[in-house]
């Protein structure tokens, strides 16, 4: 029994059919289906039940599938266990930031396979928050202040941002100079949200107005170019507007509150190396060398403002 045909049923029955299984997996759906037909013929029972949908688990299908994933994570456990310091391998799906992902992590994760190629990485760029264990992900990198979750988090490194608007919004409607003053301007947001700003030691928190929302920094940072209101947005961001004069820092004397950018997995004992090692390269990258990386499997103090 071939662990490979093992890892693909485990995919399929995950992700509910052959397509999603053999995106996820990066083969072709004909090199899935003969995986599944092979094991079908090795057990002797049907394992899935096709549909016009997708895949459904038979009831053997039901019980082999705990197995069969419990034996592929032990084979890989015993792999790192007897070879700890050898080449990576195998696969592993990351959950990447749109906002941020493409200009700060895609060469860190591109070196990371540089340096194992023997590593199959898929990564999925999206602002949205995805279900790391129901869509199969081994981890997420996410970024901003995180809210109360039952996943495990480690920080890799302070993320900073700030309060920008355009020189044109500035000329018509003026800056706010102080955050009780955040409230009676446009913002442009990504709900709903709650922004935060240092007052010496204090956190004061205010909740801007506005119109215009996105789920996307990179949209904000437009929409405030374009004039539509103030924006809180992380600086990564927005760096290229104020070089170029598009954006302008707007009450500087009260900054936001340093956020993080975190590795994000499922619960569990101990993480995969592969894991260990993207987070130690994410810290070699990008940590802020003056304070460690924060780690724990509590999840981190929750906030209302959240930057994906």
């Known amino acids: 029994m071939d662990i490979e045909d093992l890892r693909t049923f485990v995919e399929v029955a995950d992700a509910g059919g052959v397509s ?121 990198i996410r970024v901003g202040y995180l809210p109360d979750s039952n996943l495990v988090a480690r920080r890799v490194a302070p993320l900073y941002g700030k309060l920008v608007a355009s020189p044109d919004y500035i000329a018509a409607h003026g800056a706010p100079e102080t955050p009780d003053q955040v409230e009676a301007h446009q ?60 954006l302008v820092a707007v009450m500087t004397r009260y900054p936001p509150p340093p956020a993080g950018v975190y590795v994000i997995r499922p619960p569990g004992a101990h993480p995969a190396r592969k894991l260990r090692v993207l987070t130690e390269l994410l810290i070699e990258c990008l940590g802020d060398p003056s304070r460690p990386a924060e780690t724990g499997s509590r999840p981190a103090k929750a906030a209302a403002r959240r930057v994906r």
């Open 187 to 246: 913002a442009v947001t990504q709900g709903t949200e709650t922004w935060q700003f240092m007052d010496g030691e204090r956190i004061v928190s205010v909740r801007p107005q506005g119109r215009f929302k996105a789920d996307n920094g990179a949209a904000l940072a437009a929409a405030a170019a374009a004039g539509l209101g103030i924006a809180w947005v992380p600086d990564p961001v927005t760096d290229p507007y104020v070089a170029d004069g598009r």
């Open 20 to 140: 999603p299984a053999a995106r996820r997996l990066g083969v072709s759906k004909s090199i899935v289906s003969r995986r599944l037909v092979k094991l079908e013929a090795a057990l002797g029972v049907q394992l899935l039940a096709r549909t016009t949908r997708g895949a459904a688990l038979t009831e053997a299908g039901a019980v082999f599938r705990d197995h069969a994933a419990r034996v592929c994570a032990e084979i890989d456990e015993a792999r790192e266990t007897i070879v700890p310091d050898g080449e990576l391998c195998g696969r592993l799906r990351v959950a990447a930031p749109l906002s941020l992902g493409p200009t700060l992590f895609a060469n860190i994760l591109a070196e990371m396979a540089r340096r194992h190629p023997q590593l199959h990485i898929h990564t999925s760029y999206s602002d949205r928050f995805v279900d790391l264990i129901a869509e199969g992900f081994d981890c997420a």
